[in-house]
Structures are given as C-alpha cells and as structure tokens.
C-alpha cells in the first residue's frame, strides 16, 4: 500500500487561502517523495521562461515581463514528476505480471518512476519484456499494414508539442485516415463547436493583456487554484484594481476565494490575503443556463424598461444591430423564461443574479472564463454559446478587457488542434495538404473519442496507437472498454511513465518511452526544441537541458517518423529522418500548412509572451455562414440532458489539487481538507440526513442512466460537503466506471462527466 494513502482517512476543513505557505509546504512534500536533487530545482527557475520550457502542465499563459519563479504549485509537482530519480526498469517488469499490476492503485503505477526501456507485452508470461526499437517499429509497421486503415485510431495527448502533433496528424492521413481522437473531445470540444457557431472561430478571443483592460470578470465553472494557479496572480492584480469578479461554481473552491502571493514577501510574512471573488454563487450542477439566463432577463428587462421612458439603454444596440444576428429571437425566448423556472434549474435565488446582473450592466468590458465545469454537459455546447450570448448582449467581445476565455487543461492541447489532430474535415486543412505532399487527404469525418470507444467496444476498431495520455483510464463506461481492449491486434502506447492503460494489453502490445519536455532532446543537427500554444492562442518555444532519464529514449517526433516510415507510402516530398534531423524543418512545413498563423516561425519562436497566431472574431470580423456574430437560443434551462427524480442525484467528477488529469500526486486534497484517500462523497448535510445516511459511512454510487447497464463505483466514504442540494461530488478518474458512453455532450461529443445521473446505494 502508498504511503500516501491511509486505512484512517482524515477529512478536516482547511482554512487557509490558495498559495501562502500551503503551496510551500506541498512542495516540500514532493520534492524528496520523487527523490529530485538541487539539479532539478534549479530547473524550476527556467520553467515558463523565454528560452526556457514551458511547464507539462496547464496551458495559461506565460508572461512576457514574467516573474522570477513563473511556475506555481501544480506545474513544480509536473516537474518533479517528470524528472523524477526513481526508474521503471525491465527488472521491475520481470518481477510482475500485468495482472499483479491491475491491482495497484494509480498513484503507485506512476510513482515507480520513468521507464528506461521500450517493451513487448509476452502473453505467456503475462509480462512487459525489453525489446529493441527496430523489432518494435517493424512490427507495429507491420500490423499496421495488414489492417484497413479505417479501422486504427491515432490518439494523442494535449501535452504533445506542436511538432509531434503536426507530424502524427499527416502521418495519420498518408496513412488513410482522420481517426484523430484526442484530450480536447474528452474537455474542451464543447468551446470549439459552440464558439465557432457563435463568433466562427474555435478557441477564445483574449489575451492576458486583456485582464490589465476589464472591469469585471464572470467566471464560470473552473478551478483555478488546483488545475490554473498561475492563473490567480493575474485574477489577484484585477482585484487589487477594483476589478469585480463574479463566480458561479457549485462547489466553493479556495482559489476563487483567497489567494495568498507566495512570492510576495510581505503578503507571506503578515499571512495578508486577496479576496478573489465578489459575488460568489453556488449554482448547481448543470444550472448555468439558467443562471446565465437569469442575468439576461434582467439585463433585457432592464433595457426595455429605458427604452419605455427614454433613459439610456442597457443594451449595447449599435453593437448587436451592426455585429449580430438573432438577437430578436433571443430577447424574446428569454422575457417568456418564468423566474420560477429560472430559480428551480440553476438553484440561485432571483435577489442573487440580480446582483449579478447590476455588475454586468455597470461594467464596460467584461472577461468571460470558463472551463469544463461547462464544456462537460449533454448541454455543454449551449452553456457556451450562452456565455457568448451574454457577452453579446453587450458589445464584450472584440475590445480590449473583453471576450471569452475558456480555460485548457493539458499544455499544448488547444495547439495540436492548431496543427491537424482533428477528426473533422472541415478543420482540417486538406486542399494545403494534397497542395504541399500530392496525395488526396481522406474527406470523410474520423473517429472522435466518443466513436473511438463505440468502435472499441463493437470491435470495428482494431489498433490504437496513443502519442501519450492514459486513454482507458480518462473515457467513459471503464468496465466495458477495459473488457473489449484485450481484443484489439495492436495497441500502442507512447508514454513516460506507467499507467494503467498499459496494463490492458491488445493482442500485441507496445509501451514505448519518450523523452520528457524538459529533457536534452539531441538529433542529427545537435539540441533541439519543440513549441506549445497557451489557451489564448499565443505560441511558445520551449528547450529541454536535462540529462535524459534514460539512453534507451526517443523523442515523440522520431517515434513518429519511425512509423510514419514504415506504414505510409513513399513520398519524395517529405524526409521523415531530415525533419527529425532538425525540428526548424518541421517548423517550416508547419508554416507552409498555416502561412497566416505561422509566418516566420522559427524566426519568432522564443518571443518574450510568445507569439500570437491571430484571431479574426477578435477583430470583429466573423467568419461565420452569416457573416455576424450569432445570438443562438438554448433549447433548455437544465445542461444535464435529464429530468430530476426522487433518490436521483446530478454527480460531478471532481479533480484534487494533487493530481492533473489522470496524473495522482499523493493523496492530500488540500483545499478540500480530504487527506489519505480519493475513496470520497461528497453531499450535502441535508441531502445525508434525507437519505439515513451517516459521515464515514462506506456506500456505493450505480449510474441511473436508464439503459439497463449496471455501472457501479463501491467502497466510497460519506462526507458531508457545502455542495449544493441534488449534487454530489467524487473523483476523477475513478468515478468514471458511472458515465455511459451515450452520456455526452450533444455536438461536440464530450463526455458529461460534470452531471452524471446516479443514485446511492449499500
């Protein structure tokens, strides 16, 4: 067993703000657990610095004027992570089968440390043996040709650089398909469908200069003190300005709260706090069309009002009459909405997002963050469009200090999107391609992740190969797809560390180890270095000097290319070994792809802040079928998908601030007071007494999908939470056995993980 978890788990409120001496003494708690030495803290002073590298981590952005430690709490524990002394040899995998592997937790799986070796899975002995890279390469070349193409998926994770990603993406259409699953369908899918209906482009419009131009922030389903702390010295200088920040999140998360500077020395030695958030609204889980709807009725109301007796209007109208369409409709559906209606589905009180309301209304420009806390609901593409609709209403897109900010997780995944990795055509830039390398790219949509598992399941996809991530730990419906992946040919996993997805084998089976980001990748022409995009769009150059964990390692690109070579046809436009040679030539085939986006790319590369790829709805310019920005109605008030009933429950899934993603930390929610376990349910005292139940007891939630299928997470401990009424709280990934694989967002496919049907049970 960890020495992280505990038989006695220890569930004691915490006090403190976010940062402040928590975050310190967090530090000092991993740094000696992953056995780093002075070497690698000295690496922390180069991370998210102009010639450094960028953190494998969040994705915020990095500073041009950055400060002298630019790395927060999350993003050291990634570091540490990555460079950690500890080995996963083939000496440990002699000593253990697979199956004994299954039975370790998580944590334990990656703590053991980097592996060193490529590896063949042995089903006679059910053990990962050492292997070389040719045998592995020509055989994972040669089950690849023997397969229809349209039966591999090609997934990849959002921490691959810019290069890897542009290179894995035309390999997979050489190959024969755009079977590009990736960690944006499973988070983010929701911004790029309803952003790019709204204002025709995918990703948001603001920069982090634009927190020095607002003067309100609405702030919508994210937490930022565990998965964007970097995040809070910007919310922290907007408030020390007078900048109101207006928070709906169901739970009430630290960082949205108090925020101590560790890097402040007065702030640290006093104890002083910065309160973050001015109005704070619990709403509940898939209540934030309501919520939003709320604020609109009342700014609607408000403006017909002014205009009944001639008083200036509320409404930015020569901004909706020259730039928008649909506005119409909308006002209208909104002043038929009941406040009844309204109070019931976002669980807020009519007095509360008047409140709200009054803030948008004074404000002049006004940021709209949000992140999965929206994007991951059957309705998640209208919460976005709604965010959209209620910065329409009021001319806040397109100005300094205004505009959407959705907020990505994995460093570079808004960036690989960028580059190719999409299974949809009209995203990709097809005609650039047939132009450049002379083959006819496939026109049909792939496999998103959703259509991936489906395809896993029913047995119509055959290989996977994973440029990174934990794909079987991350989806929906765990059970069934752990119980169809032994029946794929091939799988193929590209990684640094030991998950569990590599402990369900295919009928062959690869695990072959990379290079980490911050590792000295050395090719043919000496160093290289590789790039990231931040979530607002600016792009970044980032240089590994660390001896590598092992000799035994390549980097993503030459893997990569190695498989390109072997499973597509000649081509006398692409040099795979000249591009791996030097990623500037990588760099300029990614410039040839995206003039626009990427002039002078090598050029700019290391930019202080990075540079920025543009973006046309930021210039109020909309390329959209109608050539405005579009007001689009929600069909619903609820983003559930489902209707309440007596016994069941909306369950988000929760991350801790010590994990990212699928990566476990330690076992110590700090912010949460949950220390010695991830085994946690969170409820509401009333909903506890309601239901007979009692803190600490051991209960089991099971999926109340209404399919039939039995989906059951056991052994969870009762604790009662300040979570809203009809909400429950467990974590991810081990909540994820509940969420069927229909259960996802309508369009863009994410699976709904933030409202999940479920009942408790013994």
């Not at 004994?100 to 053991?112: K, M």
């Not at 990566?663 to 969170?682: A, E, N, P, Q």
Request: proline share 6%; hydrophobic share 35%.
């Amino acid at each position: 067993m960890s020495k992280q978890r505990s038989d006695k788990p220890d569930v004691t409120p915490f006090e403190g703000p976010a940062g402040g001496w928590g975050s310190v003494r967090s530090l000092a708690e991993i740094l000696p657990r992953e056995r780093v030495g002075p070497a690698t803290i000295a690496q922390l002073a180069r991370q998210n610095k102009p010639d450094g590298f960028m953190c494998v981590s969040c994705a915020w952005p990095k500073p041009a004027d950055h400060h002298p430690a630019e790395f927060c709490e999350e993003g050291a524990k990634a570091t540490a992570w990555e460079l950690t002394t500890l080995r996963t040899t083939p000496e440990f995998f002699a000593r253990h089968s697979l199956t004994e592997l299954r039975g370790w937790r998580d944590y334990d799986l990656e703590q053991n440390g980097r592996l060193t070796h490529p590896l063949r899975y042995d089903a006679a002995t059910d053990k990962y043996v050492a292997c070389s890279w040719e045998e592995a390469f020509d055989a994972i070349g040669a089950a690849l040709r023997t397969l229809d193409p349209k039966s591999v998926a090609f997934y990849s994770s959002g921490r691959t650089s810019l290069e890897a990603s542009y290179m894995y993406a035309l390999m997979a259409r050489l190959y024969g398909n755009q079977n590009l699953p990736d960690s944006s369908n499973m988070c983010h899918e929701s911004t790029s469908v309803g952003l790019k209906a709204a204002i025709g482009v995918p990703v948001g419009t603001t920069r982090l200069r634009d927190f020095e131009d607002c003067d309100a922030i609405f702030f919508f389903g994210q937490n930022v003190g565990s998965n964007a702390p970097r995040m809070l010295h910007d919310l922290r200088a907007a408030r020390k300005r007078g900048v109101e920040i207006v928070t709906f999140n169901p739970l009430r998360e630290r960082g949205l709260e108090r925020f101590t500077d560790p890097q402040n020395p007065i702030e640290m030695t006093t104890l002083q706090e910065t309160i973050i958030s001015t109005q704070y609204h619990q709403v509940k889980a898939g209540g934030d069309i309501a919520a939003m709807s709320g604020i609109a009725k009342f700014l609607i109301e408000w403006d017909d009002a002014a205009r009944a007796v001639g008083d200036p209007l509320v409404l930015d109208h020569d901004f909706i009459d020259q730039h928008t369409k649909g506005f119409h409709a909308f006002a209208d559906r909104i002043r038929a909405t009941e406040w009844d209606a309204i109070e019931r589905e976002s669980g807020l009180d009519r007095e509360a997002l008047e409140q709200a309301a009054r803030v948008y209304a004074k404000a002049k420009a006004v940021l709209g963050i949000y992140g999965m806390g929206l994007t991951q609901h059957v309705k998640g593409v209208d919460n976005v469009r709604m965010v959209m609709n209620l910065l329409l209403m009021r001319g806040n897109i397109g100005k300094p200090g205004a505009g959407p900010t959705p907020v990505r997780g994995h460093s570079n995944v808004q960036g690989q999107r960028t580059v190719g990795i999409t299974e949809k055509t009209e995203l990709a830039p097809v005609e650039k391609l047939k132009e450049l390398y002379g083959f006819d790219p496939p026109t049909e949509k792939g496999l998103d992740t959703v259509a991936t598992c489906r395809g896993v399941i029913d047995g119509s996809v055959k290989a996977v190969v994973a440029l990174g991530g934990n794909f079987l730990r991350a989806v929906p419906e765990t059970e069934a797809m752990e119980s169809a992946w032994p029946r794929l040919e091939l799988s193929v996993q590209i990684a640094t560390k030991l998950n569990r997805n590599h402990l369900v084998p295919g009928k062959a089976t690869y695990l072959l180890p990379c290079l980490g980001r911050i590792e000295e990748d050395v090719q043919a022409s000496g160093p290289q270095a590789v790039s990231v995009e931040d979530s607002t769009g600016c792009i970044h150059g980032s240089r590994g000097k660390v001896t590598p964990a092992s000799p035994h390692l390549l980097s993503e690109p030459r893997i990569v290319a190695e498989i390109a070579r072997r499973i597509t046809p000649p081509n006398d436009r692409i040099d795979w070994d000249v591009w791996v040679s030097d990623y500037g030539h990588i760099r300029d085939a990614i410039e040839a792809t995206y003039p626009q986006a990427f002039a002078d790319f090598n050029a700019r590369l290391f930019t202080p802040g990075g540079f920025w790829k543009g973006n046309k709805a930021s210039e109020r310019i909309w390329e959209t079928p109608s050539g405005k920005a579009e007001f689009l109605t929600p069909t619903d008030l609820s983003a559930t998908g489902f209707d309440d009933a007596e016994g069941r429950f909306r369950l988000m899934t929760l991350r801790s601030n010590d994990q990212f993603n699928t990566t476990i930390y330690g076992y110590h929610d700090r912010f949460r007071g949950v220390k010695g376990t991830r085994d946690t349910l969170f409820i509401h005292a009333e909903d506890m007494e309601a239901a007979g139940l009692e803190s600490g007891q051991i209960v089991a939630l099971e999926s109340d999908a209404g399919d039939g299928v039995v989906r059951r997470r056991a052994g969870l401990i009762v604790t009662p939470y300040d979570i809203p009424r009809g909400c429950l709280g467990a974590y991810y990934p081990e909540a994820n056995v509940l969420i069927p694989i229909d259960h996802h967002a309508e369009e863009s496919h994410v699976p709904a993980a933030k409202s999940v049907p479920v009942r408790i049970c013994a």
